[in-house]
């Protein structure tokens, strides 16, 4: 049976994927285009309505260009809207997130022929995203993942460290951490543990791999996790992804975020101290119900002298069902719009000024692809000369620009 996967949203979906990848190939599926394949599993996100326009494009298109597809629809759309989801042309069936782990047993036939183990390559796909968490008990007022994902549950320790064990035996070098609410890891196990005691853990495992941290709320990354991958050695990547949504106190109160902007501040400025090199990455979003003139212009304040290194800008989507879908004060499209093409401005200058700093550096990093791009510990992706395969380890001088570099000794 030829199958091809279609992912949509974040590194969690990415997460699941790959594991829907690898019981595809461990039962004799073959990776196959969507225009081509038996069955097609689209993968989705809810986060925002383009999100959900995203996926229902994609299934008409499968279906349009290649009519004798069977389509499964999984993910936070097709949980949270079900019904709609499955009138769409072509699906089959609708898996939501509580059955997404038996998605492919209840497609393949149990007594189909053994296939291939995943390794480095398989689907474009040179680093391993290993999902340790899921589910959210946060109440941020715009996010509706809460009610697609359902409570916290985190994989025990003793599973994540068989779990690297045997991605790094496959061959694969770096491990990207991911969950929906990574920082909250631990707090649902008896008895109860936390992402500090999961990379402890982690780096006492005798494997050659590199680990890369995803997303973590900021109020989930306290110093002592940041002295940890400083003093790493090289273990876990200097590679941080902390959303700050808004750098107005009354919007992110507005928000639910359990912070300020001066927690913020105080947290990447002392993180960005003990690692100068780290990559710190951010979320914003822009047009939240009752963002006024004022609001925004507390973004505008504080975010060209962060030491943020690049911004993901969001605009504001009414979720049904969420508290802020029921606010008053609407921000309009327009207005949306504008402050949000600034605020990548100034995420595009924020980028620059990192990669500036870095030329002349030697970082280390891992080939993807053909083997002439590099991803560095610090999230550089760099150019270099062909001649190497992919997942190669490499030392790389970074160029003037931060984008093109040499091989280092």
């Known amino acids: 049976m030829k199958y091809s996967i279609l992912t949509f949203g974040c590194r969690v979906n990415q997460a699941d994927s790959l594991r829907m990848e690898e019981e595809f190939l461990a039962r004799g599926g073959i990776a196959s285009g969507a225009a081509d394949a038996d069955v097609v599993v689209v993968n989705t996100c809810s986060v925002t309505a383009s999100a959900d326009q995203g996926a229902r494009q994609t299934i008409r298109r499968v279906a349009r260009d290649n009519p004798g597809s069977r389509i499964i629809v999984t993910g936070c759309y097709a949980t949270r809207c079900e019904a709609d989801v499955a009138a769409l042309p072509n699906v089959v069936r609708v898996v939501r997130n509580s059955d997404k782990e038996a998605l492919v047993g209840r497609v393949v036939d149990g007594d189909g022929p053994c296939g291939a183990a995943i390794v480095p390559g398989v689907a474009g796909r040179t680093a391993f995203t290993l999902r340790v968490q899921t589910g959210c008990e946060a109440r941020c007022s715009y996010c509706i993942i809460p009610s697609t994902r359902g409570a916290g549950r985190s994989l025990p320790i003793a599973e994540v460290v068989c779990e690297v064990a045997r ?11 991911t969950g929906v609410h990574l920082g909250s890891y631990g ?13 402890r853990a982690l780096d006492r495992v005798a494997a050659d791999v590199v680990f890369r941290i995803s997303s973590l ?76 003139a004022d609001h925004f212009r507390s973004n505008l304040d504080y975010l060209p002298s962060s030491p943020l290194t690049h911004l993901h800008v969001f605009p504001y ?34 980028t620059g000024r990192f990669h500036a700093s870095q030329s002349g550096t030697i970082r280390p990093g891992l080939t993807l692809e053909d083997g002439s791009l590099v991803v560095t510990d610090n999230y550089l992706k760099v150019r270099i000369p062909p ?22 000794p």
């Not at 969420?322 to 309009?332: F, L």
Request: hydrophobic share 40%; net charge positive; aromatic share 6%.
């Open 217 to 292: 709320e900021p109020m989930d990354c306290p110093p002592a996790l940041v002295d940890l991958v400083a003093s790493s050695g090289g273990r876990f990547a200097p590679h941080f992804h902390l959303p700050l949504q808004h750098a107005d106190d009354a919007m992110l109160a507005a928000m639910r975020r359990p912070y300020t902007r001066d927690d913020y501040r105080r947290l990447v400025d002392g993180l960005h101290e003990r690692m100068p090199h780290a990559s710190i990455g951010s979320d914003m979003i822009v047009g939240f119900p009752g963002e006024t």
């Open 317 to 350: 989507s009414d979720r049904p069902g969420t508290e802020a879908s029921s606010m008053r004060w609407k921000v309009d499209g327009a207005t949306i719009r504008d402050r949000g093409m600034r605020l990548r401005q100034i995420g595009a200058a924020l």
């Open 167 to 177: 991605i790094a035996a496959a061959g694969f070098k770096e491990i990207a951490l």
């Open 187 to 199: 707090r649902d196990l008896c008895p109860p543990r936390s992402v500090i005691d999961l990379i």
């Open 387 to 408: 001649g190497l395969a992919r997942n190669q380890r490499v030392r790389v001088r970074i160029g003037e620009g931060g984008v093109f570099g040499t091989l280092a």
